[in-house]
Structures are given as C-alpha cells and as structure tokens.
C-alpha cells in the first residue's frame, strides 16, 4: 500500500453563487521514500492539493488515506496529530520566530508532545546536526544568512521523525547556489527513507525531482497534456512571447 492514497479527490468552493473546483476529480499514489514535485502556475489547483497533502484541509469529495488513516472522515483534533506527528512542513519564508534562537526554533514542534525539556534539548540538536547548523544553535535567526535559516527549518520539521516532509517553494528566498545546496539535502533525506512532496512553480527546480505530477485546471495533467503545454511555450518562446 502506497503511503498517501489519493482517490478522486475534488475541491469546490462557492462564490458569488459560482462554483469553483480548485481540484477535479485528483487520484494519484506516493510511495514511502519517493523524491516528488508537485509543480504548476498559480491557480492551477497545486496549493490546494499541497494544503489536503499536509492535512491542512479536507476534500468536498472522493478520499485520501495517509499512513492508513483516512483523513476526510478525521477530527480536527486528529488531523493536528497527524500534522504534528506524521508530517514535516519547510515554507518558502522559513516561518521562524525572532524571539527565540535556533534551537528553541527547532524545538517548537515538540512542545505539544510531551517530551521533557531534555529530551526536546536533545532530539533538537540531533536535528541540528543532520543539516550541520549544530554550532549556530545559539544564534538567532537574524544571525543567519538565508540558506542557514532555511537549514534550521528543515531541522525543525525533522524533530518528530515524520514519514513526510512537505517543502512550499522552499528555494524561492534563496540564491541559486544555496537553493541546489537545500534541494541536495532534501534528497539526501529522500535517500534515507523520508518521503519528499516538493511544491513549486518552477520546472528548473522540479527537473531534480525523480517524478513530477504537474497540476493544470486543478487536474492531474497527462503526459500528452504536458508536452502540448510544452510545445506551447516553445512556440511562444520562439516568436518572443508576441
């Protein structure tokens, strides 16, 4: 069984009597380990799906299972275990707080389990070390250049040991030589056995990815759909976007 069974999932908002389907009618399969970008324009449909992956929001119709749970028919409660227990969440703006320093940063997600503050010290540092910050655990986000501050936020949403770690833009702050540093990590941690969902709007940083599910129309597009789009751009390309 794949670790995120997506079946004929649909989004359907209602607007000024309108109705909207960010999401139409989405099946698709993620294996435990798998490296994936999830890529598309903005309203294509991506960030919706990306918000339903993370459990951040629930389909109007069809199913999603995750890790064997079905999360359309789980509390809220429940879906904030899952989010805080099962997935790993790394955003294009890093989302740490300035108050606290890099450590304290990483701890954060640990707060709501329990663990002692030793422990919480200890598994923290531990993730520090994956993304070799250990010796800024002291420092302050403001301290740290871009990369550094994405690093720590990769740490942070390592601390629960997730299944899934789930990227938004995570390259989109970075210069391109520390972008390919963050993209490496993330693939050294797909080798390790987590499961990567890169979100972006980018095909350059999609083309890294072993599998790519592009979004169009809140569809999964298929292959020939693709390569029309990218013949498409190559005609608009070669008459110099007129």
């Known amino acids: 069984m794949a670790l995120v069974e997506v079946r004929n999932i649909s989004k359907i908002y209602h607007l000024g009597g309108e109705e909207i389907r960010a999401l139409d009618d989405v099946s698709l399969d993620i294996g435990s380990g798998e490296f994936i970008s999830i890529i598309g324009p903005s309203g294509s449909g991506k960030s919706t799906l990306m918000h339903i992956l993370g459990c951040l929001d629930t389909p109007t119709k069809g199913t999603i299972t995750l890790d064997g749970t079905m999360i359309q028919d789980a509390s809220q409660r429940q879906l904030a275990g899952i989010r805080n227990k099962k997935i790993g969440f790394v955003f294009q703006f890093f989302n740490l707080l300035p108050k606290l320093n ?7 997600p640990m707060i709501y389990g329990g663990q002692s503050s030793r422990e919480r010290k200890e598994r923290a540092m531990e993730a520090l070390k994956m993304v070799e910050l250990e010796n800024r655990s002291k420092h302050r986000p403001s301290q740290l250049s871009g990369g550094q501050q994405q690093r ?29 540093n963050i993209l490496k990590l993330f693939r050294n941690l797909s080798e390790e056995g987590r499961t990567i969902i890169l979100v972006t709007h980018d095909p350059e940083i999609a083309a890294v990815t072993p599998r790519k599910i592009e979004i169009r129309d809140g569809k999964v597009a298929t292959k020939l759909d693709a390569k029309l789009a990218g013949l498409d751009r190559s005609i608009s390309n070669g008459m110099g976007g007129h």
Do not use: C, F, K
């Not at 890099?102 to 954060?108: A, G």
């Open 102 to 108: 890099v450590l304290q940063n990483v701890e954060l």
């Open 152 to 180: 720590v936020a990769i740490a942070r949403s390592l601390v629960n040991d997730p299944r899934i770690i789930l990227a938004d833009e995570p390259t989109g702050n970075l210069d391109s030589h520390t972008g390919e």
